[in-house]
Nanobody
Framework: QVQLVESGGGLVQAGDSLRLSCAVPERTFSSSVMGWFRQTPGKEREFVASIKHYSRVTYYADSVKGRFAISRDNDKNTVFLQMNLLRPDDTAVYYC????????????????WGQGTQVTVSS
């Protein structure tokens, strides 16, 4: 069982920033596309952002484009999600996930998941 471990969630006010981190086992991190997804109660898990391993090409959901930034440290096997200008509708459990090298936004491509970290944005 591959274990991805997210951290950095919390309770913030609208307009604040948070930085999520996800530690990934090296054998999983190597060559994987890394993604962030989020889920609120009663809704399907949705794509937030992803980043390729070597090119570091990034993809974003329209709802977070310009506010969130995904990055990765390939030496430390860690992926980050910098979230700025947070809004109440960003409130969700955020999940880190790993996929094969050709993945982009499709949740079906992501096979390894973390347990999630709660982000709550108050108005």
């Amino acid at each position: 069982q591959v274990q991805l471990v997210e951290s950095g969630g919390g309770l913030v006010q609208a307009g604040d920033s948070l930085r999520l981190s996800c530690a990934v086992p090296e054998r999983t991190f190597s060559s994987s596309v890394m993604g962030w997804f989020r889920q609120t109660p009663g809704k399907e898990r949705e794509f937030v952002a992803s980043i390729k391993h070597y090119s570091r090409v990034t993809y974003y959901a329209d709802s977070v484009k310009g506010r969130f930034a995904i990055s990765r440290d390939n030496d430390k096997n860690t992926v980050f999600l910098q979230m700025n200008l947070l809004r109440p509708d960003d409130t969700a459990v955020y999940y880190c996930a790993a996929a094969g090298p050709f993945a982009t936004r499709d949740i079906a491509d992501y096979k390894n998941w973390g347990q999630g970290t709660q982000v709550t944005v108050s108005s």
